[in-house]
């Protein structure tokens, strides 16, 4: 983050015991912070025998990938015993196209907001970014019925609207926030040597807007693989996704419960989201710092 | 003619950009303005199992309001929600002053109070309901230590469920709230806490009288985040507890949905629907409003 130094540790003086008690309460939160994910890893590792014997804080001690297979190939969702390969892949043909033309259609709409302004134009950006925060339960058995007559429900592209539609206001906000500090010089210059509406926006904005497309893209990405909601309310079926298979495997109640094999699942059902957040922790912050109206 | 074209050209540029945003506004105004429209006609209508456009007036809320269901839902979301704000704001608080006392390995400690927040509810709520079972998760094996009598049965006891619930979505979320307020204490003036300093001030009284204060921004968009976020949340009691035991954990959110699609009572559904959208109007917009304004300067 920014470079100033703490001077209340500075001035209070480092001293020593001061420093165990701080590290020491760091560490331990630290601890329980990653037990959960310990203990989900190491049980999906395990056999059901050694779940029944006892310890979830022990480290396998037969490491077994039997339940990864499993919940990737085999386990048993609903009526069907082929695992949640294909709720995977039906997430990612449901997030990629919804990211790609959420956060196209920010970029244009941040764009116009900042530098082609209109009177009420601030209506305009209001009534989106309000959009932003309604439960959905307020529009939920609309969507459904005009799913249902689009001949959607129940398909991957119906997916892809709503969240088109549902992330449209999160991706303006935050290519409106970034495109406010850009220099309004560089565009008026630009429209005074001719250039148009659309050469100005792919040949001077679009070029520096890298930050922002990541962090846009990581925010929608992360939204949208998680999303549950819509999933469970427009995609029961074969086409659901990853997060509504993961819920029925686990919630499902006939035969023995495989624990580990639940645990695999909700480890790969986590994996997308966790690989954005290492590879790109730093940007994935700021994109939840501007989810949280702050620019 | 060259006039002419040049003067459709011009007209073109000038409303270009309207057009380019009328799609997106138009979409926002349908799906999001037009259906909470129609969903409040619904919840003013008799319908059941479809929807029935026929008035009944306020039928519907009088009903919602006569179900104890909803006042479980409405109970549960108090101490939820009150659990959740407070312990995360404590909680991300605390944190953030402790990393903020020059900790060399910050850059490891920071990734692993926030990734909870990189996972899904049902990940989260899948993760804890197996933590949390009684037969095989912690109380287990505190008891193999040798802790006979260790308890801890809250994910099945009806009373005490719903803290299970809070202590998912405070370890999922006030790791981010930690951020924020890391943020905020970076962005104060350093010279001003190095007068308090040399003024005397012990480190406890600079953050209580100085530091802590001026947080305001941050703790208030934490609290407005969180509390939006607790009136929403519906993935984590649906894989945590499915609303149970009973209906222990019933939420607004799951009151709605269950009603709705499950029990045929679209008409009660979208009631409690238009009830949760006026609760989060009612934190939003003079937030939006405010920060809107904000901007203007």
Known sequence: MSTRESAIATAAGPSLMNRVVIYGLLVIFAAIYLTPLFVMLSTSFKSLDEIRGGDILALPRDPTIEPWLRAWGSACIGVTCEGIKGYFWNSFRMVVPAVLISTALGALNGYVLTKWRFPGHRVVFGLMLFACFIPFQSVLIPMARVLGQLGLSNSTAGLVLVHVVYGLGFTTLFFRNYYESFPGEL???AQMDGAGFFTIFWRILLPSSAPIIVVCVIYQFTNIWNDFLFGVSFAAGESAPMTVALNNLVSSSTGVKEYNVDMAAAMIAGLPTLVVYIVAGRYFMRGLMAGAVKG | ???????????????????????????VLFFVYGFIVWTAVLSLSTSRILPVYKWAGFDAYERLFAQPNWYM???????????????????????AILLDQ????????????????????????????WFLNPGMGIQNTVRGWGWESFTFDWLVRPDMAIYTVAIAGIWQASGFVMAMFLAGLRGIDSEMLKAATVDGASSFTIYRRIVIPLLRPAFLSAVIVLAHMAIKSYDLVIALTGGGPGNATELPSTFMYSYTFT??????????????LMGIAAIMVPYLYSELREGQR
């Open chain 1, 187 to 189: 565009v008026q210059s």
């Open chain 2, 1 to 27: 003619m060259s006039i002419s074209s040049t003067d459709t050209r011009r007209g073109l540029q000038d409303w270009l950009p309207r057009l380019v945003l009328a799609p997106s506004f138009a979409l």
């Open chain 2, 73 to 95: 839902a409405l109970k549960n979301l108090a101490i939820f929600g009150s659990l959740y704000i407070v312990i995360c704001i404590a909680l991300g608080l605390f944190l």
């Open chain 2, 102 to 129: 020059k900790i060399r390995i910050e850059g490891v400690l920071r990734p692993i109070y926030l990734y909870p927040m990189a996972l899904s509810f049902v990940v989260t709520g899948t993760a804890w309901k």
């Open chain 2, 263 to 276: 029990r045929s009572q679209m008409a009660v559904g979208s009631a409690s629907a238009m009830i949760m």
